[in-house]
């Protein structure tokens, strides 16, 4: 069993440091590998994650199975969320089967009946944090971050609408959620014109109004120096997603065109596994100011 710091421990430490934790989707094994080595490389904590859909081809059960043994084998703080989850029922069944972290996504309701759904998940949470002693985390988004870790031509409108202050700090008070994801400026995705640039003064007002721990979601594309005024500023995680499933499709491509002849996956996917590693690497330096 796992006796290191939990991931509440790993944010806090994050605060006192002025560093992020960097959160990594999954869809396959590779992925898995890829991400876990460069923590390992990084010496630093790192949070898998699993949409809905990236869940169901998972696997729900098989996705904690996966963490768990790598985070209690080698007593490493590698953490699972579950990641923008549309409903209680969702984010129910993955506090259920043993997630660290789940993000219920009501983003696109009113304010009213977001808090609503966000603080039922928040009781749950705590409910079963009381009976088993597990620590489990529960993010919300507030505001536009837009949908989708893929490639989009243009910034989508609604871009321009970030977060208020002053509404997030009622949306905290009123829900009790440990993780806010506020719209500052990033979209999800990859912007062929361009990302738009991170508003870190906001950011900086919307951390000091809360109180708690910021998540940037939409990392992908954007410009360094946005990463790191966006940490200083009281950004917590940051989500990557649409760069690693570049770098593991352009590196399988490459393999596939060099060994037309090759139908072993495990020769043809190692250069995937690489280059998510790499990506990965390079970003955690970047959030923990080893860079």
């Not at 007593?75 to 969702?90: K, R, V």
């Not at 759904?117 to 597990?134: I, K, N, P, S």
């Amino acid at each position: 069993m796992y006796t290191g710091k939990t991931l509440r421990e790993c944010l806090k430490d994050a605060a006192a440091q002025g560093t992020a934790i960097g959160h990594f989707n999954i869809s396959n094994l590779e992925a898995l590998h890829g991400i876990y080595q460069a923590a390992r490389k990084a010496d630093v904590p790192v949070i898998i994650g699993v949409s809905e859909g990236e869940e169901a081809f998972v696997g729900l059960e098989e996705a904690v199975a996966l963490v768990s043994t790598l985070r209690n084998r080698d007593q490493y703080p590698i953490f699972l969320n579950a990641d923008h989850h549309g409903s209680f029922e969702s984010v129910k069944r993955c506090i259920d089967a043993g997630f660290d972290a789940v993000i219920i996504d009501a983003a696109k309701l009113p304010f009213d009946e977001n808090a609503a759904l966000t603080l039922q998940c928040v009781e749950y949470a705590r409910a079963v944090t009381a009976q088993t002693g597990r620590d489990i985390l529960v993010e919300a988004e507030l505001g536009y971050i837009g949908s989708g870790s893929n490639i989009k031509d243009k910034i989508p409108d609604g871009a321009g609408v970030k977060t208020d202050p002053e509404e997030a700090k009622k949306f905290v008070t009123e829900t009790g959620v440990d993780l806010l994801a506020p719209s500052i400026g990033s979209i999800h995705g990859i912007i062929k014109s361009g990302k738009p640039h991170i508003d870190a003064e906001l950011t900086k007002h919307i951390s000091g109004m809360t109180g708690v721990p910021l998540v940037l979601h939409g990392g992908s594309g954007l410009r360094d120096e946005d990463f790191t005024n966006a940490i200083r500023a009281g950004v917590r995680i940051v989500h990557i997603n649409s760069e690693i499933r570049l770098a593991y499709r352009d590196a399988l491509k490459v393999a596939l065109e060099a060994h037309p002849d090759e139908i072993a996956p495990a020769k043809l996917l190692q250069p995937a596994v690489d280059a998510i590693a790499e990506v990965v690497y390079q970003r955690l330096m970047l959030f923990t100011n080893k860079a």
